[in-house]
């Protein structure tokens, strides 16, 4: 088996290639190492790699690990993304520990993380998460809802707003991948032309399968798990 350097270094050219394919700059597209269920331990091999950005699901498992480094590797300067679902009685714990957020699609959590937002610490960074795949079920905001919430949050002092992220429907052929990542990247563009004075530089879409499609259609952070960490074990929680 690889190791957790040896996974990253891979990941990391496959990204080039892909930018390279397309025509776009070197490190134009930011890796997010998603750690979600893996041990300190593993967080640390890849942060003696060079990995700096971290993302994870689950708010109190997130809190933990975010004070654990603070305490103990504060050198290493992680930054940290909160990418799973908000519960409002859990903002809080995303409020005070993390420097992104990816899946803010309510009025109301924006409200609560930016009131929970701790003085002194910078804004927290805010995707708004878009449903692309029109399926009920999943999170998300649809297309006639992103422009109010984008007007809330540049109102927010301690949010500051600066892009989109998806999860679309899994579907392993390329032209549907595409089709789904450039009407992301539609909507941010048009989000950037209403809100000229917000820094909208920040596409979160593309994992492991749909990477490749992603960046081609202007991706700037992808978020992989299992291709640097391994599998998930969720036998024990
Ligand atoms: C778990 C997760 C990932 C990473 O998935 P892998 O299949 O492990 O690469 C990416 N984005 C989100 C939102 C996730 O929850």
């Known amino acids: ?79 940290w993304h909160f990418i799973g679902p908000i519960q409002s009685n859990k903002s809080r714990h995303v409020a005070e520990n993390f420097a992104w957020v990816h899946t803010v699609d309510r009025a109301k959590i924006a409200q609560r993380l930016n009131d929970q937002r701790p003085a002194g610490m910078p804004p927290l960074q805010v995707l708004m998460q878009v449903n692309t795949s029109g399926e009920a079920s999943k999170s998300g905001l649809n297309e006639n809802e992103i422009f109010a919430l984008a007007e809330l949050i540049s109102s927010l002092p301690n949010l500051t707003l600066r892009g989109l992220m998806s999860i679309p429907a899994n579907v392993s052929d390329y032209a549907s991948q595409l089709s789904a990542f450039k009407q992301l990247a539609g909507l941010k563009d048009a989000l950037a032309k209403r809100f000229p004075d917000e820094q909208l530089d920040t596409l979160s879409m593309g994992m492991s399968g749909d990477m490749e499609a992603a960046i081609e259609a202007g991706s700037t952070m992808v978020r992989i798990g299992t291709a640097i960490f391994g599998a998930r074990d969720y036998s024990k929680s």
Do not use: W
Request: a negative charge; charged letters at 25%.
């Open 1 to 79: 088996m690889n190791s957790i350097q040896q996974n990253i270094e891979q990941i990391t050219s496959q990204i080039e290639s892909a930018q390279q394919k397309c025509g776009r700059p070197r490190e134009s597209v930011q890796l997010l190492a998603v750690s979600k269920t893996k041990p300190v331990d593993a967080i640390l091999e890849a942060a003696h790699a060079g990995q700096v950005a971290f993302g994870e699901n689950y708010v109190q498992e997130g809190a933990d690990k975010v004070a654990y480094f603070n305490e103990h590797h504060p050198e290493l300067e992680l930054e």
